[in-house]
């Protein structure tokens, strides 16, 4: 049903957020990267498949959670080793660190360390492409904590009475740090918020990539159509705690078992070697040339200079 080419282009998204994800966990355990560091180990199928489904001169809106975003939207991994070290180099010049990644070339209009705040963001930029008539779209990736923030439903409210070409991407990973989803609010099927405001809702699984495209392409068309928002619950789960220093002991067993056992990058992988026909030895050969570039970043990064004081004040007095 899917080219080869394509299924590979899924899986290298998938591998890479996983090995950038990975390799940086060790890193901030070798007391490189300050600050928090929040894995999006286990979501890594919505972002990929969500930023399959767009068009280059798209935009995106991502959180803190964001480095998945970044790389399925085609960041470069030096520069964003780079920063979330805190380098000269990096996409902000070492600025934004791990939350605050913005890749305007490549329509990533940033990460956010406010929770909730790339909503409005997000909304923004689609009523920007209304107002100069395009029909570009704007997805915006944002989690089970921030839809409890007010922000959301007014932002939802605005974008539905105004058509704007936005897809709400809300990726239920059920915690918000360690508050479980089902203490937050009595209905946890949040995609249903969306229908009060007459927007097209729905829900769809989060670890199947191609589920996820499926889902992200018919919200595009709608939206392409004149005819958005659109709201997306991807339903996930979070391989480990809120940040690298949480060891997440809150995550009943089983539940964490369930979806490890549906992994989205070993999902990704099954469909690349069943309905894409590579060979075990093929995918192998991808896996270890996108470790070997992960590598290569790692150089990049940690040789690349801190920022000077000077540059910083330059910055600020602009
Ligand atoms: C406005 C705001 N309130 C609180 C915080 C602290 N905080 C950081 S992450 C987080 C939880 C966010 O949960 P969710 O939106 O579900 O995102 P996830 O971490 O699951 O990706 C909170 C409360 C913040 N950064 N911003
Ligand atoms: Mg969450």
């Given amino acids: 049903m899917y080219a080869p080419s394509f299924l590979e282009r899924l899986y290298r998204t998938l591998y890479t957020i996983r090995v950038f994800e990975t390799q940086c966990i060790k890193l901030y355990r070798q007391g490189l990267i300050v600050g928090y560091f929040h894995p999006y180990l286990g979501e ?11 068009r280059d001169d798209d935009y995106i809106v991502s959180t803190h959670r964001g480095h998945g975003h970044c790389i399925a939207r085609g960041g470069e991994l030096p520069k964003m080793v780079a920063e979330v070290l805190g380098r000269a180099d990096g996409y902000c010049c070492g600025r934004g660190g791990s939350m605050h990644i913005a890749d305007v070339t490549r329509g990533n209009i940033g990460a956010n360390g406010i929770v909730g705040g790339g909503i409005p963001i997000g909304t923004g930029a689609a009523l920007g492409i209304r107002i100069r008539g395009g029909n570009q779209v704007v997805a915006v990736f944002f989690s089970d904590g921030a839809a409890n923030n007010g922000v ?7 974008a539905a009475i105004w058509d704007l070409p936005v897809v709400f991407v809300l990726e239920n990973n059920q915690y918000a740090v360690a508050s479980a989803v089902e203490e937050m609010t009595r209905e946890t099927d949040l995609y249903k918020r969306g229908l009060a405001y007459g927007v097209p809702s729905s829900t ?10 499926e889902k992200m392409q018919e919200a595009v068309t709608t939206c392409r159509q004149g005819k958005g928002p659109v709201l997306i619950e991807a339903k996930t789960y979070r391989h480990g705690g809120h940040h690298v220093n949480d060891p997440g002991l809150y995550m009943p067993k089983e539940r964490l078992e369930y979806y490890k056992a549906r992994d989205p990058v070993g999902i990704g992988r099954r469909y690349l070697l069943e309905q894409g026909k590579l060979s075990e030895q093929a995918i192998e050969a991808i896996e270890r040339e996108i470790d070997g570039q992960m590598d290569e970043a790692i150089q990049f990064g940690t040789n690349s200079p801190h920022p000077s004081v000077e540059a910083f004040l330059a910055e600020v007095q602009r």
């Fill in 44 to 54: 890594e199928a919505i972002a990929t498949g969500v930023c399959a489904a767009l």
């Fill in 152 to 158: 959301f439903p007014e932002s939802l409210n605005m």
């Fill in 204 to 213: 769809v699984d989060g670890n199947d990539v191609l589920a996820v495209y």
